[in-house]
């Protein structure tokens, strides 16, 4: 089904969760100025997947309509979709819209759960479509959960075990798990957060090759929220000073497990080394290709701000600022372009069909260098007065906001007000946490280049040329 954003705040309105700000236990986490526009920004994928048909495709499993993001894409042209709507939601929010993960999770753990059964004759497979059935049937809001804290990374995960999420105890019942996840984003404000391993482990490692979900009433699972200074700047209030005020920055925490209970109902990989590689490959592809359409979304926003930006300082007709804008879109379309390639040239796993993997990983590559560019010109275009305005305290300061009116006004078709808008907005983007999440989300691009070097047929092209100059 399809439930409105006012449905799913009034349910996360009665989740009971331990969630830290600034070392401060909160109690109405909801209101929170700091969590409140992750959760706006969740809202929004309701709204659009309620304004647009594409977005919210009929499914088997539960014989209705669903939500894109909890959907298994069986054709490339899902997949599209897919991209579709993550893509207008980055540009639409300009930041995170914090489901990217679960869609990614579901989209691993459907094939991995499927093969695991076929090879052990177990019923992962069915405890997982049964909760998906739950998930579709009440329009939950999933995130995924990889990042391990790690330690010191010159030791094996054996040597280090508490820096890594891993099976405490089992009964009958299920399991006890213990350890954290870092860099979560939005775990907070989802009903669902799916816990899958950080990495491939070896013989001996098997207590960290597991996969569960995590749900509101599971006990001893602590949120600590990042603090940054834009954070901060959520906490001092005003009506557009923290620039992206409605949706906010990418909002991420720490996720402590402490000794938490997950019955066997929601225990979909345990122990299991070949699940433990197919599940991260799966989830891995999937979310690479899924940031190139949300970082084409990210640009398309900066590209709408750098515009305004030049209309709003009179700047519209020069050639040379245009043309920044320019090769800012050629690199939004580049990136879009190289996830639609990689659905479209896609391959069938287990039911599920998943994007290519080589042009997948090279959508990570190109995103980051794409995001980064786009970044550089938009700071060119706003020029140096995104990080030295004035804030919108100052403008509406009796004593000397008329003089602020007055000197940061420039054409006068934009208000001094709605120019001061633009600048905060521009700032947010080149200032906030977003550089950081779009190169290390889903893996930083040392990670995807290990793909690509192991997958690349670097032999055809050798052949190609040695051909080409006659060589033997």
Same mark, same amino acid.
């Given at each position: 089904?399809i439930?409105?954003?006012?449905d799913?705040?009034?349910?996360?309105s009665g989740?009971? &969760?331990e969630?830290?700000?600034?070392?401060e236990?909160?109690e109405n986490?909801?209101?929170?100025?700091n969590i409140?526009?992750?959760?706006?920004?969740?809202?929004?994928?309701?709204?659009l997947?309620?304004?647009?048909?594409?977005y919210s495709?009929?499914s088997e499993?539960?014989h209705?309509k669903v939500n &894109?993001?909890n959907?298994v894409?069986?054709t490339?042209?899902?997949l599209?979709a897919r991209l579709?709507?993550q &893509?207008?939601l980055?540009m639409r929010t300009g930041?995170?819209?914090?489901?990217?993960?679960g869609a990614?999770a579901?989209c691993?753990?459907?094939p991995?759960?499927?093969?695991?059964?076929?090879r052990?004759d177990?019923?992962y497979?069915?405890k997982?479509l049964a909760f998906?059935?739950?998930?579709?049937s009440?329009?939950?809001?999933c995130?995924?959960?990889?990042?391990?804290?790690?330690g010191?990374r010159s030791?094996? !995960?054996k040597?280090?075990r508490d820096?890594?999420v891993?099976?405490?105890e089992?009964?009958?019942?299920?399991?006890?798990?213990?350890?954290?996840?870092?860099?979560? %984003?939005g775990?907070?404000?989802a009903?669902?957060?799916?816990v899958? !391993?950080?990495?491939? #482990?070896?013989?001996?490692?098997e207590?960290?090759?597991?996969a #569960?979900a995590?749900?509101?009433?599971?006990? +001893?699972v602590?949120f600590?929220?990042?603090?940054?200074?834009y954070?901060a700047k959520f906490?001092?209030?005003g009506? #557009?000073?923290?620039?992206?005020?409605k949706?906010?920055d990418?909002?991420t925490?720490t996720v402590?497990?402490d000794?938490?209970f997950?019955?066997w109902?929601?225990v979909?990989?345990f122990?299991?080394?070949?699940?433990? &590689?197919?599940?991260?490959? +799966?989830?891995?592809?999937?979310?690479?290709?899924?940031?190139?359409?949300?970082?084409?979304?990210?640009?398309?926003?900066m590209?709408g701000?750098? %515009?305004?930006?030049?209309?709003?300082?009179?700047?519209?007709?020069?050639?040379?600022?245009k043309?920044?804008?320019?090769e800012?879109?050629?690199?939004?379309?580049?990136a879009?372009?190289?996830a639609i390639g990689?659905?479209?040239k896609?391959?069938?796993?287990?039911?599920v069909?998943?994007p290519n993997?080589?042009?997948?990983n090279a959508?990570?590559?190109?995103?980051?260098?794409?995001?980064?560019?786009?970044i550089?010109?938009?700071?060119?275009i706003?020029?140096?007065i995104?990080v030295?305005a004035p804030?919108?305290f100052?403008?509406?300061?009796?004593?000397i906001?008329?003089l602020?009116e007055?000197?940061?006004s420039?054409?006068?078709?934009?208000?001094t007000?709605?120019?001061?808008k633009?600048?905060? #907005?521009?700032?947010?983007?080149v200032?906030s946490?977003?550089?950081?999440?779009?190169?290390?989300?889903?893996?930083?691009?040392a990670?995807?280049?290990?793909?690509?070097?192991?997958?690349?047929?670097?032999?055809?092209?050798?052949?190609?040329?040695?051909?080409?100059?006659g060589?033997?």
């Amino acid at each position: 089904m399809i439930i409105s954003r006012n449905d799913y705040i009034e349910r996360l309105s009665g989740y009971r &969760r331990e969630i830290y700000v600034k070392g401060e236990k909160i109690e109405n986490f909801v209101e929170h100025p700091n969590i409140r526009p992750a959760i706006n920004a969740i809202a929004f994928t309701y709204d659009l997947a309620a304004q647009k048909e594409e977005y919210s495709p009929f499914s088997e499993l539960v014989h209705q309509k669903v939500n &894109r993001l909890n959907y298994v894409n069986r054709t490339p042209e899902d997949l599209i979709a897919r991209l579709d709507y993550q &893509r207008e939601l980055s540009m639409r929010t300009g930041t995170c819209h914090y489901r990217c993960p679960g869609a990614d999770a579901i989209c691993s753990l459907y094939p991995t759960t499927k093969a695991l059964d076929q090879r052990l004759d177990t019923d992962y497979h069915q405890k997982f479509l049964a909760f998906l059935k739950e998930i579709q049937s009440k329009d939950y809001a999933c995130t995924g959960a990889l990042t391990d804290t790690k330690g010191d990374r010159s030791k094996r !995960p054996k040597e280090a075990r508490d820096m890594y999420v891993h099976v405490v105890e089992k009964s009958d019942a299920g399991i006890v798990v213990s350890g954290a996840k870092i860099h979560q %984003s939005g775990a907070f404000a989802a009903d669902v957060n799916f816990v899958l !391993p950080t990495q491939t #482990f070896k013989q001996g490692e098997e207590e960290f090759a597991i996969a #569960f979900a995590v749900t509101p009433e599971d006990e +001893g699972v602590k949120f600590i929220l990042q603090s940054t200074g834009y954070q901060a700047k959520f906490r001092e209030g005003g009506s #557009f000073e923290p620039g992206n005020f409605k949706y906010g920055d990418r909002l991420t925490c720490t996720v402590i497990f402490d000794n938490v209970f997950i019955p066997w109902d929601r225990v979909f990989v345990f122990e299991d080394l070949e699940a433990n &590689r197919h599940l991260l490959t +799966g989830f891995a592809v999937s979310h690479r290709c899924a940031g190139a359409a949300c970082k084409a979304g990210f640009m398309d926003s900066m590209i709408g701000a750098a %515009s305004l930006m030049l209309k709003a300082n009179g700047l519209e007709k020069v050639a040379a600022l245009k043309q920044k804008i320019g090769e800012m879109v050629g690199i939004s379309e580049a990136a879009y372009g190289i996830a639609i390639g990689a659905a479209t040239k896609g391959y069938e796993d287990w039911g599920v069909y998943q994007p290519n993997t080589l042009i997948a990983n090279a959508g990570k590559v190109i995103g980051v260098d794409g995001l980064n560019k786009v970044i550089m010109n938009l700071a060119e275009i706003a020029g140096g007065i995104p990080v030295t305005a004035p804030s919108e305290f100052d403008l509406k300061n009796p004593e000397i906001g008329a003089l602020v009116e007055k000197y940061l006004s420039a054409n006068p078709e934009f208000t001094t007000e709605e120019r001061l808008k633009i600048i905060k #907005f521009i700032e947010f983007w080149v200032t906030s946490s977003h550089l950081l999440g779009g190169i290390h989300g889903g893996g930083s691009p040392a990670a995807s280049i290990i793909f690509l070097q192991i997958l690349a047929d670097i032999k055809s092209k050798e052949e190609a040329v040695k051909e080409a100059l006659g060589l033997k």
